[in-house]
């Protein structure tokens, strides 16, 4: 079956901007995470939804960061007022029980 | 401290040979534990997960987990050209919901 998709796979932005961007999970998948990894380093948690609901946003850094799940499945990172340290590949994870399965990421960069 | 640790590498073996990589992690509480591999560009995919004190042997892949030690480590043998990759070690605590803390990874290349 299909995988984790995730959009746009590159994002080239300007300090300042907002952006979404977008993940799409395993058919079935209730438990979805959202990661940062900036170069060299291991992917950072950000967020998990079990269904619709945030269950811990313990790893957004700051409130430029937003995400939503609304019907349960498809979710959206929103950053505002991006900063050069935004620059990362985001990635997207979703899992029905322990294993999680990771999207392509999104390559944002901020100028 | 970090979390999760692991020796940034890289780590150079010839083929045929047996990698033998490492992770610490600091919370006792701990209860998941899993390796996953990460071609460069792409995204990680998981090889193998362990939950309990001891072995777990997947093929060529062996993970070995010490909770009093607070230790988990992954042999690969008959090392492959294939296997180069960043390994990432991954931990799970109790009642975490799956969330993730990671190590930084190893960088593993394996020498034809």
């Known amino acids: 079956g299909a995988g984790v998709s995730q959009t746009p796979s590159n994002k080239v932005t300007e300090k300042g901007k907002y952006v979404e961007l977008r993940c799409d999970p395993i058919?079935?998948?209730?438990?979805l995470y959202w990661y940062r990894q900036s170069l060299g380093q291991g992917p950072e948690f950000l967020i998990y939804?079990?269904?619709?609901?945030?269950?811990?946003d313990s790893g957004l850094p700051n409130d430029r960061f937003f995400a939503v799940r609304p019907e349960g499945s498809v979710s959206t990172l929103k950053i505002q007022r991006t900063e050069r340290g935004d620059s990362a590949v985001y990635l997207c994870?979703?899992?029905?029980?322990?294993?999680?399965?990771f999207g392509p990421g999104t390559r944002l960069t901020v100028l | 401290q970090k979390e999760v640790e692991q020796n940034s590498g890289p780590l150079s073996v010839p083929e045929g040979a047996i990698a033998s990589l490492n992770c610490t992690y600091s919370?006792?509480?701990?209860?998941?534990f899993f390796w996953y591999r990460q071609y460069s560009g792409k995204s990680p995919e998981l090889i193998m997960s362990?939950?309990?004190?001891g072995d777990k042997e997947d093929g060529r892949f062996t993970a070995q987990l010490n909770k009093a030690s607070q230790y988990v480590s992954l042999l690969i043998r008959d090392s492959q050209p294939s296997d180069s990759a960043t390994y990432l070690c991954?931990?799970?605590?109790?009642?975490?919901?799956?969330?993730?803390?990671f190590g930084q990874g190893t960088e593993l290349s394996v020498k034809p």
């Open positions: 994870a979703s899992s029905l029980g322990d294993t999680q399965y």
């Open positions: 058919s079935g998948h209730t438990a």
């Open positions: 939804f079990q269904g619709t609901g945030a269950a811990d």
């Open positions: 919370d006792r509480g701990s209860q998941s």
């Open positions: 362990i939950y309990s004190n």
């Open positions: 991954a931990v799970a605590g109790y009642n975490q919901g799956g969330k993730l803390i």
